[in-house]
DNA sequence: GGGCTTTGGTATCGGGTCGATACGATGGAA
DNA sequence: TTCCATCGTATCGACCCGATACCAAAGCCC
């Protein structure tokens, strides 16, 4: 029976906590609520002929910038090895969703792109039924939700020292274009490279994200 | 350098859904952040020797009430084949944090229960750390965040047919003792097998959970 | 320029998980 | 008793993934 993974069904768990305050009833119901969810979602990604890794790659490489579509980059985002990464990728080039070539400037990186076919595949994304489910409640909800799971994600990365990834025009090093000749027709430089940043590109992860501090 | 997985450190992307409303861009986000928290709580649960479905499994346990600590029960909990929670019922007894005996009603359940030396695991639970996290936040967004993330599992369950799983003392079958004389010590029934059910039978996790309607 | 180290990726191996299938055992019904 | 449904286990095989070893390109230092 393999089909979709059961979950708690009712709004409120006085028993589950029995021994503590509510505070830390809330706490023990976010957490198997989390579990739960966690369950599902990593059982919707084995659709479309792809497994879990697969699809979160295919996701990374279409939301990561120049500078992060690599194997490398997706490894550490994933939390795994490279050899382990390496796999995924193959397994995605023979699915013909994905390219990998040389890069020009360094001849031992791998760039990684999306083909047409893997466009296509990610606008079939399991993920989006969690998508429509959380529209439907991100009028009255969304903002705390984000703001709540932002901040559990945060204190988790803290007590785990953990590669932080962010948006190109949000890190410490990106640098806006001020109108000096040298970055005409770009929106920012990368003050790390110090190459130009176009509009697509500056809203993309980057593995060399710093938080400004 | 599989120990921890990264995940986005922004606060705010609006570039992840660039052609979508703020609607849109808060579900995205919210889908983000359920993937990375996913796949670090998968993470952190390969601790203490254990894997992420025994640690599920040895949680389950702990919550289930009477009917429900079975292999069938925890595999339909699981969304699991009853084949591969055999076997991690079998290295958790191994572990000697579980024990199966047979029952005396029907010979052919087993019931499930967790040794001392289970408790004492429960204990260094790693998803305890994601408590802790929880504990801060909870204060000012532990309702809000119960409340979105109920609904957003009620609504992906109801997108695929999924097993309720709920406390036994809000199923629509539980039966307040009503004083008559054979529930005597009990805090009341279940409707569907009419036996008694006890202070802390009553607000463990039922397999057999049926909604009010 | 010759080594040496470092870094990015890949190939191969083996352990471990998990689903599929088949099976044994018990209980219930006719 | 006989058949069948149900609970649980055993066995097999696919697949994922980490570990290790390895190759190729780049950087260093003399």
Redesign the interface.
């Known amino acids: 029976?393999?089909?979709?993974?059961?979950?708690?069904?009712?709004?409120?768990?006085?028993?589950?906590a029995?021994h503590a305050g509510g505070?830390?009833a809330?706490?023990?119901?976010?957490?198997l609520?989390?579990?739960?969810?966690?369950?599902?979602?990593?059982?919707l990604q084995f659709a479309g002929g792809l497994n879990p890794a697969q699809w979160?790659a295919l996701?990374f490489i279409a939301?990561a910038n120049k500078y992060s579509r690599s194997p490398t980059a997706l490894?550490?985002?994933?939390?795994?090895?490279k050899g382990t990464v390496s796999q995924t990728l193959i397994a995605l080039e023979n699915k013909g969703l994905i390219t990998r070539c040389k890069k020009t400037c360094d001849r031992r990186q791998v760039d990684l792109c999306l083909t047409d076919a893997g466009q296509a595949m990610l606008a079939r994304d399991p993920?989006q039924?969690?998508?429509?489910?959380?529209?439907?409640?991100?009028?009255e909800?969304?903002?705390?939700?984000?703001?709540?799971?932002?901040?559990?994600?945060?204190?988790?990365?803290a007590?785990?020292?953990?590669?932080?990834?962010?948006?190109c025009?949000?890190c410490s090093l990106f640098c806006v274009n001020s109108g000096n000749g040298s970055l005409d027709g770009a929106d920012g430089a990368c003050g790390s490279t110090g190459e130009a940043i176009d509009a697509v590109e500056?809203?993309?992860?980057c593995i060399n994200?710093k938080?400004v501090s």
């Not at 909800?141 to 990365?157: F, I, N, P, S, Y």
């Not at 500056?202 to 992860?205: G, H, L």
């Open positions: 029976m393999p089909v979709t993974a059961p979950s708690l069904a009712t709004a409120q768990q006085p028993g589950i029995s505070k830390d809330l706490a023990q119901r976010v957490i609520l989390l579990d739960r969810l966690s369950r599902l979602t990593r059982e979160e996701r939301q490894a550490e985002y994933l939390g795994a090895t993920m039924t969690l998508e429509q489910a959380s529209l439907e409640i991100a009028d909800l969304g903002a705390e939700m984000v703001k709540g799971l932002t901040r559990l994600l945060h204190d988790l990365q007590r785990h020292q953990v590669v932080e990834f962010g948006v025009q949000e500056k809203s993309k992860i994200y938080t």
